[in-house]
């Protein structure tokens, strides 16, 4: 295809997708008042009377301090909700670009890539919504007594929000180690002789990540990266070791018929074993009958 070409290629999928999550994003305003603004304000609503507004009459209410607020809140839920029930059509879209340059191989490498982004990008947002709940308690808690606790709805879905895709995106770092290490960037030697360093700067990474700064949540958000870390250097050690063993099964390729074979001739260990167990035999029952000693 000509530039020209590529170009329309791109628009047209940028189309499709944007359509996608224009459908979406309009499912998601309606679906806001049939469950899910609920389940946004479930981990608030869930926390003892003292620590919400309203709570010790049995109410559970976010304040709203000016006029468009409401609105706001609502497209800013939608957008993100939509953006996630239209992910599989505008990754697919995308899919549709780039898989026409890729070779057989990559195109099986994306496909994992995007599943295995897509899952661990939803484990942690999973996490992080399980977690909301005690990370709330226990910095409203250190509120103390005498205190009267009235979140915004504005503070609290920003909060929420970006606590949710802070940890989804996270979760994708290690992956990214994966990828650099499929394409010949990153070497499990770097890796392995770099692991004390992964896993102190994982701490730090997560201690500024996390909105709400405090110990649990980013512990929280540090020990499964630390994991998946762990597990992405052993997935480095196993490809290094199928490269090494492929390049060994190429060089054989350039040798010519005529040249000395590049392998190891000296013996094994169990040649050398054998070869002392028949001399030990010879010593003891004397050379056999027909053979040249």
């Excluded at 590529?6 to 998601?28: G, M, P, S």
């Excluded at 057989?104 to 994306?110: D, F, M, V």
């Excluded at 960037?185 to 002789?193: A, C, G, K, P």
């Excluded at 997560?206 to 709400?212: E, G, L």
């Amino acid at each position: 295809m000509t530039l020209v070409g590529h170009l329309t290629e791109l628009r047209n999928r940028l189309l499709k997708a944007l359509l996608a999550l224009l459908v979406a994003t309009a499912f998601a305003f309606w679906w806001y008042e049939h469950g899910l603004g609920e389940f946004i304000r479930a981990p608030y609503c869930g926390l003892a009377p003292e620590l919400r507004y309203g709570g010790n009459d049995g109410g559970c209410g976010l304040l709203i301090t000016d006029v468009f607020g409401g609105v706001f809140i609502r497209l800013k839920v939608s957008f993100l909700a939509g953006a996630v029930l239209s992910s599989p059509f505008w990754l697919y879209q995308l899919w549709l670009f780039i898989t026409p340059g890729l070779k057989r191989q990559e195109k099986r490498y994306g496909v994992a890539f995007v599943a295995v982004s897509t899952l661990l990008f939803v484990l942690g947002a999973v996490l992080a919504y399980v977690s909301l709940a005690a990370g709330l308690e226990l910095l409203l808690s250190l509120a103390g007594d005498g205190v009267v606790i009235a979140l915004t709805a504005q503070d609290y879905i920003g909060f929420v929000l970006s606590l949710l895709v802070a940890f989804g995106v996270s979760f994708e770092v290690p992956l990214v180690a994966v990828a650099l290490n499929l394409v010949g960037v990153l070497s499990y030697e770097v890796l392995s002789r770099s692991r004390r360093w992964i896993f102190f700067l994982t701490i730090v990474f997560a201690a500024f990540v996390t909105p709400t700064q405090d110990p649990f949540t980013m512990l929280l958000m540090a020990g499964p990266m630390i994991v998946l870390f762990e597990l992405a250097i052993q997935i480095a050690r196993i490809v290094d070791r199928r490269r090494v063993r492929r390049e060994a099964l190429r060089s054989f390729h350039d040798v010519a018929d005529d040249d000395a074979s590049p392998l190891d001739v000296r013996p094994s260990r169990l040649e050398e074993a054998l070869d002392s167990a028949a001399t030990t035999e010879r010593h003891v029952t004397g050379p056999r009958q027909g053979s040249r000693e």
